[in-house]
C-alpha cells in the first residue's frame, strides 16, 4: 500500500493521476497547506523542504518501506516501481525525462509565479503581472509546437504527461486563451477523457477551498510562517 500525502494542487494531482493509471492501491493523508500541516515534525521526516505531495510505499524496492519526496522524483520512482509509462529504451526514456524536467522547471515554476501574481499578491505589480504572463505565454508555445509533431510531449502518454496536465487546466485562470493552442488544448481533451485521470481529480474533491484566502492561511502560504527556518 502506498500512502499519499497531499492537497488538491496541480502537483497533488500529478500523483493521484498517476497512481490511478498504474492502478496502484493508496490511501490518502491530506497534508492542508493553509493551516500549515507541511510544517509538521512528522511530516518533515518524509519531505524535509516541506512541500507536499510526498509518498511512504510500504512495499519498497527491498520489500521495505521508503518514502519519496518531490513530485518528479515520485513519477519516475513509480514508473520504474511499475514499468509502466517510461520506456525502456535509452531513447524514449530520455524523451520523457527530457518534457519531465521542461514541468518541473518551467511550467509549475512559471505558472505558479503568473498565478501568484494574478490571484494572490496583496497589490497588483503590473512588471510581475507582464513578466510571468508573458512567460506563460510562451511555454504554451512550446508545448503547441511539440504537440504539433506527436499525440503527447514525450511520443506516447507518459509521466511527462501526468505532470503537465493538471497545470494546463486551469488556463482560463492563468489568462491564456487556450484556442489560440490548439495542439494544446486537443491534448488537455485528450487527457481529461481518461478514466483514471477522471478518478485522479477526484482526489480530495470536498476539501478544495472555493472562498479567498483569509489572513491566517495568507501567512502560512506567503508569510512568516512559509520562510521560518525550521
Known sequence: MIDLYAWPTPNGYKISIALDEMKLPYNVVAVDIGAGDQFKPEFLKISPNNRMPAIVDSDGPDGKPISVFES????IYLAEKTGLFMPKDTRGKVKVLEWLMV????????????????????????????????????????????LAEAPYLAGDYSIADMATFPWTRSHARQGIEIAEYPNVKRWIDAIAARPAVEKGLELLKDRIRTQPIDDKQRDVLFGKQQYARR
Open 72 to 75: 518528479g522524483a515520485i513519477l
Open 103 to 146: 514541468q518541473m522547471a518551467s511550467v509549475g515554476p512559471m505558472f505558479g509565479q503568473n498565478g501568484h501574481f494574478r490571484a494572490y499578491a496583496p497589490e497588483k505589480i503590473q512588471y510581475a503581472l507582464d513578466r510571468y504572463g508573458n512567460e506563460t505565454k510562451r511555454i504554451y508555445g512550446v508545448l503547441d509546437r511539440r
